[in-house]
């Protein structure tokens, strides 16, 4: 049973476009929705996160929304950039155990 | 503010070899944990801990034991080593725990290869 099921697994976008990423979840008990980002050869890091007590978040170029109704969530980066090619991951979380999405990998062509 | 540091960054195996990931945070983070990562499989928990003591399965567990004995550090060993448990490994600690989840923060990554 796949908990969490993460869209696109790919994703080209031109300099300066709308990126889009989606995460489905099943586990009602989640209490906790980040993305991480990751580039090749290093570890995740947080980007953006969201408690289910808030349908949006944004953070400069990225925002979060959520649908607690729905069980989804998702990432936008605005005006993206080259320097946002890399995969990202959703990994929501309960009693601090996290379940990662298998990823989308993002290019962005200047 | 070194973070998570995981050693060794490389490790080429041999089947039935053992050998130990090693973890380590300055954080003082309670919450630690192990995660593997395979091409288009995301990261999978293997591990984890809620303080030094304490430690229990994640959902990959198989072949792979920890122990907690210091809230700084928390290896990770191989007993027996297997060509299936080739993959990167990332060691995760956060502030958070049981009872409210948080930001993990991840190491650099250890590369497995077991021939």
């Known amino acids: 049973q796949q908990q969490v099921k993460q869209s696109p697994q790919s994703l080209i976008v031109q300099k300066g476009g709308i990126s889009i990423i989606n995460c489905a979840y099943e586990n009602t008990a989640f209490d906790y929705f980040p993305w991480y980002q990751q580039f090749p050869g290093k570890g995740p890091a947080l980007l953006i996160a969201i408690r289910p007590d808030v349908s949006e978040k944004k953070e400069g170029r990225f925002t979060i929304s959520f649908n607690k109704s729905a069980k989804q969530f998702s990432l936008h980066i605005m005006d993206s950039q080259p320097g946002d090619s890399a995969t990202y991951f959703c990994a929501p979380s309960n009693a601090g155990k996290s379940t990662f999405g298998d990823g989308t990998t993002l290019t962005v062509k200047p | 503010n070194a973070g998570v540091t995981q050693t060794p960054k490389f490790q080429v195996l041999k089947t039935g070899q053992s050998m130990t990931l090693q973890c380590a945070q300055d954080?003082?983070?309670?919450?630690m944990s192990w995660y593997r990562q395979d091409p288009g499989m995301g990261l999978r928990l293997i591990h984890y801990s809620v303080g030094a003591g304490i430690t229990d399965q994640g959902e990959v567990p198989n072949g792979y034991n920890v122990s907690r004995s210091t809230t700084e550090d928390f290896p990770l060993r191989l007993l027996s080593a297997a060509p299936s448990q080739t993959s990167v490994y990332f060691c995760a600690s956060s502030y958070s725990g049981v009872l409210r989840s948080g930001e993990l923060f991840f190491g650099e990554g250890s590369r497995l290869t077991v021939l």
């Open positions: 954080m003082n983070h309670e919450y």
